[in-house]
C-alpha cells in the first residue's frame, strides 16, 4: 500500500450518503492540510474540498458546498469525506491529497504537484 489509500466508495441510490476515508502514512500528517479531488468518466480532475492541518476550518467547491463535508482525526493520520444527498453527477473516482490552505483547488494539477503522495482512489457510484 502507498502512502495515501482510499477506501469506503461504492454503489448508492440518488438521495444516499457515503463515508470515504484516505489513510495516510510516510509523512507527518498533522503538518499538511488535505483534499479531496474526483474525476467523473471524460471530466478533469475536479477539486471538491481541503480542511486544514487542524482540521478546523474548510473550503468547499460550489458543486457540493451544502451537501458534503470533509473532517480529519490527526490521531489516525486519516482524512475523510461525508458524502450526502448524493447525485448521479457525483459519480466519480475519489482521491485525497495533500495540498496548501487555503487550498490550490485547480484539479488538474494535483497529481503533477502531490503526485509522489497519490492513492489508488476510490468509486463512488450513484445510480438509481
Known amino acids: 500500500e502507498g502512502p495515501l489509500v482510499e477506501s469506503g466508495g461504492g454503489v448508492v441510490q440518488p438521495g444516499g450518503s457515503l463515508t470515504l476515508s484516505c489513510a495516510t502514512s510516510g509523512f507527518t500528517f498533522t503538518k499538511f492540510a488535505m483534499s479531496w479531488v474526483r474525476q467523473s468518466p471524460g471530466k478533469g480532475m475536479e477539486w471538491i474540498t481541503g480542511i486544514n492541518s487542524r482540521g478546523d476550518s474548510a473550503y468547499y467547491a460550489d458543486s457540493v458546498k451544502g451537501r458534503h463535508t470533509t473532517s480529519r482525526d490527526n490521531a489516525k493520520n486519516t482524512v475523510y469525506l461525508h458524502l450526502n444527498s448524493l447525485k448521479t453527477e457525483d459519480t466519480a473516482m475519489y482521491y485525497c491529497?495533500?495540498?496548501?490552505?487555503?487550498?490550490?483547488?485547480?484539479?488538474?494539477?494535483?497529481?503533477?504537484?502531490?503526485?509522489?503522495?497519490w492513492g489508488q482512489g476510490t468509486q463512488v457510484t450513484v445510480s438509481s
Open positions: 491529497s495533500q495540498d496548501s490552505y487555503p487550498p490550490m483547488r485547480e484539479g488538474r494539477r494535483y497529481r503533477d504537484i502531490f503526485g509522489e503522495y
